[in-house]
């Protein structure tokens, strides 16, 4: 009964650590992967992305592609010539997220998790 006294805090810790850094790979492979539809999208698309309305819509939909909460204002998309010129330019979109852990303990902690992509225009 002393060993398991001894070892359940350590075997806790390491089995919350696991769950938490699994949760935040998760994360960050959904926002690459958000990111990474969202700049497939604005690459094939005949309108400037940049360009407000077009922005907007960009914006919702990379909002949409991701698996949980993102705010669509925190979202960066940049172009690399405006108007875009296919095949010479390309487009990158960042999706910030602050991932918060779930644990007491650790639950004042934030780190910012980004998932990015970038793409040549087609």
Do not use: W
């Amino acid at each position: 009964m002393v060993e398991l006294a001894l070892l359940l805090p350590l075997l806790l810790l390491i089995v919350f650590g696991i769950t938490e850094f699994g949760r935040a790979f998760y994360i960050k492979n959904a926002l690459t992967n958000a990111a990474r539809e969202g700049a497939r999208r604005a690459s094939v698309t005949t309108t400037d992305p940049t360009v407000d309305p077009a922005l907007a819509t960009l914006k919702e939909y990379v909002k949409g592609a991701c698996a949980f909460p993102v705010k669509p204002e925190a979202i960066l998309i940049e172009s690399t010539s405006t108007p875009p010129q296919h095949g010479a330019s390309s487009i990158t979109v960042t999706v910030p997220y602050d991932f918060q852990f779930m644990y007491p303990l650790t639950s004042k902690l934030n780190i910012t998790l980004t998932g990015q992509a970038s793409m040549f225009y087609e």
